[in-house]
């Protein structure tokens, strides 16, 4: 055992992102090809796992304003074209294609495996001109009164440096260092979900333009949930169960490769898939709570991404989200630079429109989870809806008008208010806006079932 070396090194830069994933990496991307000097931290080494693979098509904007549009169209992720759902009785829906409703080539995106993935988004990141550090632990954010105006970090070679910026950007996924730090985070009242999944080889594919869709299965009445079915490249499927947790895990014991096979079993669309494919990689299991920050911003920093805040993940709305607040970000820092001007108003000014879309893809979360809801029925009694519906399905959440389809939708299932208002209405929150669950409890730790051994965990940021 040995002292580190205590700091020896102070940096200057414009932005400093803590965290690599998709939200810290692109923001990044944006900034260094426009100008910024930007440091990048990620406390792991990339490649790693992650979950989160099928992206929706409205990415493609934010990708073209990065310049990685060519690396991903040559990549060998597999192309997705469309979104089909299945109702508790096995019966299919007709395929949703993004086509329908964007006559672009925008329409069509990438079911991709987050490790290369999100290993693609960080080089690239590198390329632009921002200074990437992986391996590499944030100690504390650094502040001068109310105002971050650095990190300190833990290199990888053990030593401590400083590092100071005009902006600090918090892209720390579900670690979400500074939303715990005010403790401004606060949880969703109805959407926490169990999820266990895994991958298989030789899973059945379609051999049209549906070999690439994501697929929602939903479970058997009562359980509240749902399968997802995502091809990736190399032959391989990402299949995943998510359902209430009293459901799917309590009461169940400890061999989750078990309670998987028989969640397989009883959802006759995923079973017919699986039935001659090869499970190839371990169960993973997590807790999935969605949550929203108070604050998307304070006086010399911003929050993005899961930092910010996570919605279930039946629409693949994650990747998406972090994209677009990591453009939404860019802009506000470029505002800062040119107005000097780095306060929490301005740095947050997006706010509001974030959570708008937000709201607009958490209403179409909530009504999927009405049991007995169905996308069929509701377009029997309204067709007209259904390129709207789409235009949801392809994430296109911030356009004026969009929620218009909630009017009509509402009499078929609970659309709720704003997350905000739904948690002071049930008293669930603070008079001062304070999460009242221990932050600990969203920590974001992936646990794993291996048939040849006892559970065991690892940790993403």
């Not at 932005?15 to 994933?21: H, S």
């Not at 979950?51 to 934010?62: A, H, K, N, V």
């Not at 939404?328 to 429109?353: K, M």
């Not at 049991?371 to 029997?380: A, I, K, P, V």
Request: proline content about 4%; aromatic content about 12%.
């Amino acid at each position: 055992m040995h002292d580190l070396p205590m700091e020896i090194t102070t940096s200057n830069f414009d932005v400093i992102v803590m965290g690599g994933g998709p939200a810290g990496s692109s923001v990044a991307s944006i900034l260094a090809r426009e100008g910024r000097k930007v440091v990048v931290f990620e406390k792991e080494k990339f490649p790693r796992h992650h979950i989160g693979e099928s992206l929706m098509t409205d990415t493609y904007f934010t990708f073209e304003r990065m310049g990685i549009l060519d690396k991903l169209k040559q990549s060998p992720f597999v192309r997705k074209y469309s979104v089909q759902f299945a109702n508790p009785a096995g019966k299919e829906s007709r395929p949703f294609y993004f086509f329908e409703a964007n006559h672009h080539e925008s329409a069509v995106t990438w079911q991709v495996t987050r490790a290369e993935f999100d290993k693609l988004l960080i080089e690239h990141a590198e390329e632009q001109g921002a200074t990437v550090y992986q391996q590499t632990l944030i100690k504390q954010v650094l502040f001068a009164g109310e105002r971050a105006i650095g990190v300190e970090a833990q290199m990888a070679d053990g030593s401590r440096q400083t590092f100071h910026a005009k902006v600090v950007i918090d892209a720390t996924g579900q670690t979400a260092m500074l939303s715990n730090k005010f403790r401004w985070r606060l949880r969703d009242p109805k959407l926490k979900k169990a999820v266990l999944y895994s991958y298989f080889k030789g899973a059945h594919r379609e051999p049209d333009l549906n070999g690439g869709a994501t697929l929602v299965l939903r479970t058997e009445l009562g359980s509240n949930g749902w399968f997802w079915y995502i091809p990736l490249e190399n032959d391989i499927t990402s299949v995943g169960i998510v359902a209430d947790p009293d459901y799917l895990v309590k009461g169940r014991g400890q061999d989750l490769a078990k309670i998987f096979a028989e969640e397989v079993a009883k959802c006759e669309p995923c079973r017919r898939r699986v039935e001659k494919a090869e499970r190839v990689d371990k169960i993973y299991s997590i807790l999935d709570y969605s949550y929203r920050s108070k604050h998307n911003a304070g006086d010399g920093f911003i929050l993005i991404g899961d930092a910010y805040g996570f919605l279930d993940p039946i629409y693949s709305s994650g990747v998406l989200l972090a994209l677009k607040m990591a453009e939404l970000a860019a802009d506000a820092i470029h505002e800062a630079f040119a107005n000097d001007d780095f306060s929490a108003i301005r740095l947050g000014q997006f706010q509001a429109r974030l959570d708008r879309g937000i709201e607009s893809m958490r209403k179409l979360v909530y009504a999927f989870y009405n049991e007995g809801f169905s996308f069929s029925r509701f377009l029997q009694r309204y067709p007209e809806q259904r390129v709207n519906l789409i235009n949801l399905l392809i994430g296109n959440v911030f356009q004026e008008g969009v929620d218009e389809i909630y009017g009509p939708m509402s009499e078929f299932a609970e659309i709720p208010s704003p997350l905000y208002e739904q948690i002071v209405a049930q008293g669930l929150s603070k008079a001062n806006g304070e999460a009242t669950e221990a932050p600990e409890i969203l920590a974001a730790k992936y646990l794993y079932y291996d048939d040849r051994a006892v559970p065991s965990e690892s940790v993403n940021s």
